[in-house]
DNA sequence: CTTGAACCTATAGCTACTAGAGCACTTAGG
DNA sequence: CCTAAGTGCTCTAGTAGCTATAGGTTCAAG
């Protein structure tokens, strides 16, 4: 039996985020000691590093519930859980394309730059007015 | 003039949007008609086509406030409106790097999937088990 | 004059946590 | 046995950057 203290450890997820995790009913509440502290089994601990996995890998936590869910149902096939990684890898590619264009966009505006005045400055011209930009970066989604 | 609606068309920026930027102090209180409705000048719309521009290359409100002070001394050295770019640039960089090692841990994931049961479904494995793991891409920040 | 679109304020919600206040419990040393 | 440090507890509020909703007012066209 651990403590929440040391499955945040063994897991490497912070405590609040492991009580965070309960509140919105990703874990499940363990069994309390008599004091009234939280007592985690195994289980509790490998469902939490398959969590913490998952939301390395940049899932959201809604997707990691259903892949937690079809995890529990393992004579299924498992077509289910490939959508929802593929959906995740679609996700990544999309970020990286427009990040990608971002980039290209600010070395772009920062070559231009003569440092001199502020006046006369390309990062701040460029910025004012989008018709000097390259590409159309304006997409939503993803800022950043 | 222009109401509120004409200036987020114009800019490109949702109604709500533009009345959050005034709350937080992104944008000046403008004039108010009669009937109580913002009245905005040319000057404002080049302020918020600014800031939206910013936006989208995904700058955080906070380096956006620092750019649009540093704008209103134009006669400064731009040092440290680059010293800002340059920052963005460096983040947009990170982000690109940490989601490309996560579209290949994906692509890893999915390619050795041979889409049986969830039983012995890869992905469901790998994401119980880090040491499956092709990379290390545990870093935190910039989940997805 | 009436209707409907566009405007107003205020509040709550979104993701995924993180931080803080103010307590209770637990454990190792004296 | 006692005490102090460390860990645990609950609850509330805060982060970024909006978005949505409710319930009301104003404006422009017909």
Redesign the interface.
Known sequence: MLTIGKLGEAA?VKVPTIRYYEQIGMLPPPERSQGNQRLYTGKAL?RL??IR????????LEAIRE?LG??D???????A??QI??R??A???A??AR??A??A???R??EQ?G?????D?R??E?????ELCAHD??ASED??
Chains 1, 2 share one sequence.
Do not use: W
């Open positions: 490497g490998d590093t398959f996995h998952a939301r390395d890998l940049g899932f959201p892949l079809l995890s149902t393992p004579n299924q096939p498992c077509a859980v490939d990684a593929r995740q890898l996700a990544v590619k970020r990286i990040l990608t971002l980039e966009e600010l070395e505006m920062l730059c440092c001199g005045n502020i006046a400055c990062v701040i460029v910025l004012g007015n989008h970066h304006a800022k950043a």
